[in-house]
Nanobody, 115 residues
Framework: QVQLVESGGGLVQPGGSLTLSCAASGRMISRYAMAWYRQAPGNQRELVARITSASSSNYADSVKGRFTISRDSAKNTVYLQMNGLKPDDTAVYYC?????????WGQGTQVTVSS
């Protein structure tokens, strides 16, 4: 059974930084594209960042230049470095395999940006 466990969220002031981690078990991530998503209250889940198996990445326009997705295949973990956080970044953040390889969603990790 494939499981994804997100961590690293918290409360941060505007302009602050956080690094989220997503530890996968039951499947090696090295052969798959991975992605981070987020869902704010009342909104649909949206794609934030994606990284291919070759470590090529792309980002939603709203986070471009502020967020960086990376992967450590040895640790079977995907990261999301978030800088310059804004109140609009407040959401529950989830990771998953991208596309048809997607599995059941984890619990996510709450990120709250507020002064």
């Amino acid at each position: 059974q494939v499981q994804l466990v997100e961590s690293g969220g918290g409360l941060v002031q505007p302009g602050g930084s956080l690094t989220l981690s997503c530890a996968a078990s039951g499947r090696m991530i090295s052969r798959y594209a991975m992605a981070w998503y987020r869902q704010a209250p009342g909104n649909q889940r949206e794609l934030v960042a994606r990284i291919t198996s070759a470590s090529s990445s792309n980002y939603a326009d709203s986070v471009k230049g502020r967020f960086t997705i990376s992967r450590d295949s040895a640790k079977n973990t995907v990261y999301l470095q978030m800088n310059g956080l804004k109140p609009d970044d407040t959401a529950v953040y989830y990771c998953n395999f991208f596309g048809i390889s997607q599995v059941s969603w984890g619990q996510g990790t709450q990120v709250t940006v507020s002064s």
